[in-house]
């Protein structure tokens, strides 16, 4: 089957669309229909450049993924995210919803997400290339140096489709 927006005259098939809509490369637009259609996907050499791809892919979908569960523990179970807590609950945001939405608290720390993710053997250039950390560069001497991008905020965690984290969004 094919599909046709005239809003934006873009059309294609189910494959094009799924890039389209979900960001995905061609290749994750295959494996996304056939794991929904059931249908068992032979496995294809991949070259060095799409290894490298994947490889990135796959670190990228794993620091999202210690980065929401350490948002969501420091809003549940740590001293510091209990302001968090107590203005979720002032909202009257239930402990369900909470947790259905995936929502977190980002302590008010320059390195709280820092430390967390260097003890699983994150460094902090790839927190700042994934968006979760900022790097700055002191004029004077050069130094770099890095600091959480969220800090101080409850924290919106952002799914693709196959409800993975993608991205985070906070709210002072």
Request: charged share 30%; proline share 3%; glycine share 10%.
């Amino acid at each position: 089957q094919t599909f046709y927006c005239f809003g934006c005259q873009t059309g294609g098939n189910v494959y094009s669309f799924l890039m389209k809509r979900q960001n995905l490369s061609f290749l994750e637009a295959v494996r996304t229909v056939a794991q929904k259609t059931g249908i068992a996907l032979p496995e294809k050499e991949l070259s060095p450049q799409e290894k490298k791809k994947e490889q990135k892919r796959k670190r990228f979908r794993e620091i999202h993924e210690w980065a929401a569960g350490y948002f969501s523990d420091v809003l549940l179970n740590r001293p510091e995210g209990r302001v968090g807590l107590e203005y979720l609950k002032s909202r009257n945001i239930t402990l369900g919803t909470i947790q259905l939405f995936g929502l977190g608290y980002a302590p008010e720390k320059w390195d709280g997400l820092l430390k967390e993710m260097g003890e699983k053997g994150v460094s902090p250039e790839e927190l700042a290339e994934f968006g979760l950390a900022i790097q700055k560069v002191n004029e004077e001497d050069g130094k770099v140096s890095f600091y959480d991008r969220f800090r101080g905020r409850i924290i919106f965690t952002i799914l693709d489709i196959r409800s993975s984290p993608i991205a985070f969004g906070g709210r002072v």
